[in-house]
């Protein structure tokens, strides 16, 4: 055994350090899990399995199981050292509630305790406490089994040695104050994700997740189980499933270099999105940082050089960017940094400088070697970027003419627009309406003052499918652009949709509840996702709910927006007896609805029902998107018989 091997076992009492108490945790829960809403809920089961997976990143942990209890309590097992029990010496407590009880403690702050760790600021477990409004720890280690009970991140007893064990690790169940959650309930998805990204950036390390909410046919718990031995290989192989692969295989990256170990899976597909995800410490860093700098400035050399090298780029007329390298480009980037410097407490965005040259460096020595090695494999790949090149310079050209046009004509709203009458963009919404028809309709429904109403003919472009240029040139999506005042500008090689002119604070997608419209709805927000992704992370894109039904008896009656309401409305008007005068009607169209019928149900803020989307987990939004508007039909198919049986499908 090694003397770095020997240094990881002694994890005892004289390992847990203390930096500070527990106080503000209750007072302000957003400072330290970013929100009370489901987020933050679910954010209580990520620092949770994090200090499990620090203890497979330590070597001594190979099963996290995962439960979820009717009441929605959650139980987190592992089979690692255990947390420490024995006593404190300066803190004269034991070891497991200093952990559970003092903010900034733990092992992470001992490097040799912990190399490198996710959950790096030591709030975690303890915040989960203080959040919690009951907490059990059960722990087996030197061959004891211990447990402690907490409320509120208050011990409700002393740690108890209850027996002897023959195995190690630490269980921790937790039930979630209802008093500081907007809700408590979990999503089984969510969860799901979360654990299937972290069996890809763990290999060999296996996950469970059970739902004891949920009884399968077979009669036991909903169970999925998670184990990846191609870690980031197969990783990139489930986000490009709904793609069509340009390569044959990932290309794949390992290396280390003062301690900092880098992992890259890259795959180009035949697609015109990038798709680039990137990790610290298996943390998903969503604004990027330093690590994805030195990817892309790897990427972004190796290629020109091969390009020019090999005389690739002589017949192109344009020259050649960063941009026309990602178009098509699947890629995680995970780095394992022994001391990360993350800017804020969310983690999203790692500020290590010398992360860019670790990690440019490794990946430029394999990609090197790869295209000198995949002669053929590399002129796909060139040729995919003098595509791309050519189509951004179409694209611009396209982008700035229909801005241009905007500015020369004043504005350039589109004709169909019937804008509202307030210019505060705070208290504005537009609607996009299905439809001529449907589009009057609205119009003669709508309260003037604060609602637009902008009808798009048809379908619009299927932008999954289709060359960025080709975007501008479609009358529907110009129109878009147009009236919402936002446009697309390029900094520093990057495209940003710049939405300080936004005109309406609220976008509302409206369209027929059949599937027709559900097909033209998706088209919308497969466009809003792809082109302008800030106006969903900001919060201004809904989605309107029209009811589908109107049950009637005679002047009396009701609108119902599912079959269980029907059933429901027509039960009351019936007194549960066969009645002939009760009367439903079904709608199929927003244009089946009067102008009054409308407002009423749809378009008063008072009585409506609009959903906001958000973007929960844009890895899966990504695969979802491409799987529902891209070529492949056998993963839309499985989708679609999975999913048939729920009315919305949260993205």
């Not at 089961?45 to 439960?67: F, K, R």
Request: with cysteine.
């Amino acid at each position: 055994m090694s003397d770095e091997k020997q240094n990881k076992g002694n994890y005892g009492a004289e390992n847990i350090q203390a930096l500070e108490g527990l106080e503000a945790v209750r007072k302000r829960p957003g400072m330290y899990i970013g929100s009370t809403d489901v987020k933050g809920l679910h954010h209580l089961v990520w620092e949770v399995i994090d200090n499990s997976i620090d203890e497979h990143l330590a070597g001594y942990c190979t099963h996290i199981d995962t439960i979820v209890h009717k009441d929605n309590s959650i139980t987190v097992k592992d089979n690692g050292r255990g947390i420490p029990t024995g006593m404190h010496e300066k803190l004269q407590k034991s070891a497991l509630e200093v952990v559970m009880t003092v903010l900034h403690a733990g092992g992470k702050f001992d490097k040799d305790t912990y190399k490198v760790s996710g959950g790096l600021h030591g709030v975690g477990v303890s915040c989960v406490n203080a959040l919690s409004e009951y907490v059990r720890v059960e722990v087996h280690r030197e061959g004891k089994y211990f447990e402690q009970e907490y409320s509120k991140g208050i011990p409700t007893g002393p740690v108890k040695t209850l027996g002897d064990s023959t195995r190690t690790g630490t269980i921790v169940t937790f039930r979630p104050d209802p008093t500081i959650f907007e809700t408590t309930e979990y999503n089984f998805q969510t969860l799901a994700g979360r654990i299937r990204e972290l069996s890809f950036l763990n290999k060999g390390l296996f996950l469970s997740l059970t739902d004891e909410r949920e009884t399968e046919e077979d009669g036991n718990f909903k169970r999925h189980d998670f184990y990846s031995e191609g870690g980031l290989r197969e990783f990139v192989k489930y986000l490009d499933e709904t793609r069509q692969p340009l390569i044959e295989e990932p290309i794949y990256v390992t290396g280390k270099e003062d301690n900092v170990e880098v992992e890259v899976a890259m795959q180009y597909n035949t697609g015109y999105q990038e798709n680039i995800f990137s990790y610290v410490n298996n943390i998903n860093t969503r604004e990027g940082g330093t690590h994805v700098a030195g990817f892309r400035r790897a990427v972004n050399r190796v290629f020109k050089q091969y390009g020019d090298d090999n005389g690739l780029f002589a017949k192109v007329k344009i020259e050649i960017s960063g941009d026309d390298f990602k178009e098509g480009l699947t890629s995680i980037i995970s780095v394992k940094v022994p001391e990360p410097q993350f800017k804020g407490q969310t983690k999203g965005e790692l500020g290590n400088s010398e992360v860019t040259g670790i990690v440019s460096r490794c990946v430029g020595d394999v990609l090197k070697t790869y295209l000198e090695e995949n002669p053929a494999m590399a002129r796909r790949i060139i040729d995919k970027v003098i595509l791309a090149a050519t189509a951004r310079h179409a694209a611009r050209k396209a982008r700035e003419m229909v801005q241009r046009k905007n500015v020369l004509t004043g504005g350039g709203l589109p004709g169909k627009l019937s804008d509202c009458s307030s210019k505060d963009p705070g208290e504005s919404e537009i609607f996009l309406v299905e439809g001529d028809s449907a589009g009057g309709t609205a119009k003669q429904g709508r309260d003037r003052n604060f609602q637009a109403i902008l009808p798009l003919r048809g379908k619009i472009l299927n932008v999954e499918k289709a060359m960025e240029y080709k975007i501008y040139e479609n009358e529907e999506i110009k129109n878009m652009f147009t009236a919402l005042g936002v446009s697309i500008e390029e900094k520093d090689g990057e495209k940003i949709l710049n939405i300080s002119k936004l005109r309406y604070h609220k976008v509302v997608i409206m369209c027929d509840a059949d599937v027709d419209g559900s097909h033209i709805s998706t088209l919308i927000m497969t466009f809003f996702f792809r082109y302008m992704k800030p106006l969903i992370e900001e919060g201004h894109i809904y989605i309107a709910a029209p009811p589908l039904y109107q049950v009637r008896k005679g002047k009396n009656f009701v609108y119902c927006w599912n079959d269980d309401e029907r059933k429901a409305a027509i039960e009351t008007y019936s007194n549960g007896k066969e009645d002939t005068s009760v009367k439903v009607q079904r709608y199929k169209g927003l244009g089946e609805m009067n102008a009054e019928q409308l407002w009423e149900t749809t378009m008063d803020p008072s009585s409506r029902i609009l959903r906001q989307v958000t973007i929960s987990d844009a890895m899966e939004a990504d695969r979802i998107f491409s799987m529902l508007m891209g070529d492949e039909v056998s993963p839309r198919r499985q989708f679609i018989e999975e999913n048939a049986k729920y009315a919305n499908i949260d993205i």
